[in-house]
Every structure is written in C-alpha cells, then in structure tokens.
C-alpha cells in the first residue's frame, strides 16, 4: 500500500540546507533526529537499513555543532546524515553484504569511500539493506528481509542497492554510498525515483568493499563501480567533489560547474527496448530535452553483449568515446526496460528487474546517471539514463540538471 510523506521533509535536499547548518540556522542535530524519525516510522515497512547507528550518530552531530560553531566548517556535507550500502566496511560497525555468513562481521577499518565522508563531516545513520552479496537487481533476496518500495510497498525497490532507494526517497537519509556492477545504483534509484550515478572505471576509490574475503573474480573488478544516490542531482555533485579522486582527464568542482552554460550535443538511442510506459515517458522527457535547443540526433547504443566476455574490455574502454561518441556528448535511453514490477510478480528470479539498459556502461566504464523522469500508471516512478564519454561526468551530469529544472519529479508525494 502506498506510503505518504509529508513533501516538505521528501523534498529537503542537501543543497538547500547547507548553507543554513553553516550559518547556524539550522542545527546537524536536529537534521539528524528528523532521519532518524523517519527511520523509526518507516524501517520496520520498508526495511531500508540492516543496522541503524541512532547513537553513534546523535553524538556526532553534536560534534559537528560544536565544531561549526567555532568556525570549523569542513564543507556541504558537515552535519548531514548519510548511509552507507552494506558492502563497505565501516570500523567498528558490522558490514554485512545482507549475507548469512556475514552477519556477524565487523571491520576494523573504514573503506576509503567511507574514510572521505567522514572527514568531509558526513555523518553515516546507518548500513542499508541490499540483495545479498549484490547478486540481484530485485531488492527480494537477503539475510535480513527484502526491502520494498517506499511509493509502494507491494513493489520491489529495485537492487541491488534496494535499501539506499528506499531510504533516500523516504528522508531516512539524505544521500547514500553504493556499488553498481550491471545497475545496481542506477535501477533501483529509476524504482524509487531519485538520483542514482556512477562514475568512470576509476573515479571513485572502491577499496574496502568486503575487505579481506574472497575473490569476486574478474567480471566484477572489471565491471563493479562506486555509485552515489542522492534526491537531486546538485546533491549528487556534492557528494562527488567529496569522493572523486584526483584524475588527469576529470573535472573538479563538480557542484560549481553545474551552472556553466555549457554545449552538450545530445544522441537518443534509436534501438532502446522498453515497454509501453517506459518509452512513452522516454519519448516525453527527449522531447522536453529537445526544448532547450542543444543538438540532437538518433544514435545506436552500443549495448553489452555477454558473449563478448572480457578478453578486449581494456581496448573496447579506449575505443568507445571515438566510436559511439564521436558526435555526441551525452547518450539518453530509458534506466529501465520496464516499469517497476510488484513482488507478486518477482519470485525468485533475481534478475526480475533487466539491466539490459544499464550493463553497457559497466562493460565500457562509463559515467552514467538516472534521473526520475515521470511516474507510470500505477504512480510509480521512471527513470531517464544520461551516459557520457570517459572522464565527462561534468557533461552528464549538467545535462540531468538541466532536466530536472526543466522537469523535476521527486519519488515520494
């Protein structure tokens, strides 16, 4: 059944705040118990976070007040309540992967991701709940319950990044730290209606994922990236400026360049596969895009085929912004190939939810982003994928901006 949020703490984002907790407006603590009332009315529907850190969590926003206070603002996320998907180690605090076999696990040392947020002030309220050992794109399958969608909880929140959706569509928190091998950010933010990105192979460290276990195997140090989720895409840059590490080719400062007016020739895939709902919201958003006056033109993605294995991964990665974007900036298609299905539906396929939109971007590296594009029949929300060339999260991330000012749909009403 549908679950209502009051609009005006759904739609709080951390670039509308910020500037208030530096000013002293308004107190990290008091950000911090309003999450944490949402976590206490929510979670036991939802099932968004495997472990909440109430305590640990209140105390440090009391130190980030004290600190502000003195004059130590350490930046955008000082004081802002972020959680952390169960694959990242957290010293201290159990990091589990929703996995039977390690629910009982506690890391000694912070994955580098985590390390950044932390001394950037963010304050981590929790780990949120996914498909067990990232293995699925449902949400459905873990140690700890499945998650479910916050517009809805007969549906599936997406995965495997399930709770990250959840609790950032339903104010339990106001951005998330994810993972996305084959859209495990990017799928579950399009079901839950909020902002899900990744970067180019490289941009984010992802050290500290299940330090210390076994092997994944090659397909997932190859096609596994960091992902942030957030409700909007300024939120989405400033958690980036915070995570990015320094590169030759990328941009900084990705928050600032937002505003730049810059060009962007835009290709649309010609040869996307989605259901009815999907592309009619597909065509919707293009043509709202085609308003601003960039350059547009019809393009073929270059989707992954499995059989390819990995064997040219290195060479097709170096190929591709001289083959599918030599006269493009950014590629739009559908994040999904359908709308959200319902758990009635899921069973146990694990991949119920397709990648099929998604993958390529793993497979050549790309940076690639999902912003809400509209609701479906039911009322639940779609996604619109913008992907660009290697190291142009700048352009990316400016185009979905840009939509969202044009078009801005928030996942909770």
Not at 11 to 32: G, H, L
Not at 206 to 230: K, V
Request: proline share 5%.
């Amino acid at each position: 059944m549908p679950i209502h949020v009051a609009a005006e703490e759904a739609s709080t984002d951390i670039a509308s705040i910020y500037e208030s907790i530096r000013k002293q407006k308004v107190s990290p603590v008091e950000i911090v118990t309003n999450c944490l009332k949402r976590i206490e009315q929510l979670n036991a529907k939802l099932n968004a976070f495997i472990t909440v850190l109430a305590k640990q969590a209140l105390e440090e926003a009391r130190i980030a007040e004290a600190e502000i206070k003195t004059g130590k603002w350490r930046g955008p996320l000082h004081g802002i309540p972020v959680g952390i998907k169960d694959f990242y180690d957290t010293a201290g605090t159990r990091t589990t992967a929703a996995f039977e076999h390690f629910q009982n696990r506690v890391p000694k040392q912070d994955a580098v991701g985590v390390a950044k947020l932390k001394r950037a002030g963010a304050i981590i309220i929790g780990k949120t709940n996914m498909h067990r050992l990232g293995e699925g794109t449902t949400g459905m399958d873990s140690y700890f319950g499945p998650v479910h969608n916050p517009l809805n909880a007969e549906y599936i929140a997406g995965g495997s990044s399930s709770g990250s959706a959840a609790a950032v569509a339903s104010g339990m928190c106001y951005a998330t730290l994810d993972t996305d091998a084959i859209g495990s950010c990017r799928l579950p933010a399009a079901c839950c209606g909020v902002v899900g990105f990744k970067g180019t192979y490289g941009l984010i460290d992802p050290s500290g994922i299940l330090e210390g276990e076994e092997d994944p195997g090659e397909m997932i140090h190859w096609f596994s990236h960091p992902g942030i989720m957030a409700r909007t895409v300024e939120d989405t840059a400033l958690v980036l400026d915070v995570l990015a590490e320094p590169k030759e080719h990328a941009a900084e400062h990705y928050f600032e360049r937002l505003a730049e007016n810059r060009e962007i020739r835009i290709g649309v895939g010609d040869n996307v596969k989605g259901d009815s709902g999907v592309l009619i919201a597909f065509e919707q958003a293009v043509k709202k895009i085609r308003g601003l006056g960039s350059a547009m033109r019809s393009v073929a993605v270059p989707f992954y085929n499995p059989r390819i294995g990995l064997g040219n991964i290195e060479a097709d990665r170096k190929a591709i912004a001289c083959q599918a974007f030599k006269d493009i900036d950014v590629l739009l298609l559908p994040t999904t190939t359908t709308t959200v299905p319902a758990i009635k539906d899921v069973g146990t396929n694990a991949l119920a939810l397709s990648p099929e939109n998604t993958i390529f971007a793993n497979y050549y590296g790309l940076p690639a982003l999902s912003v809400p594009c509209g609701f479906d029949s039911t009322g639940l929300p779609l996604g619109l994928q913008i992907v660009g060339k290697p190291w142009d999260e700048a352009s990316v991330l400016d185009m979905a901006y840009r939509y969202q000012n044009l078009d801005w749909h928030i996942g909770i009403r």
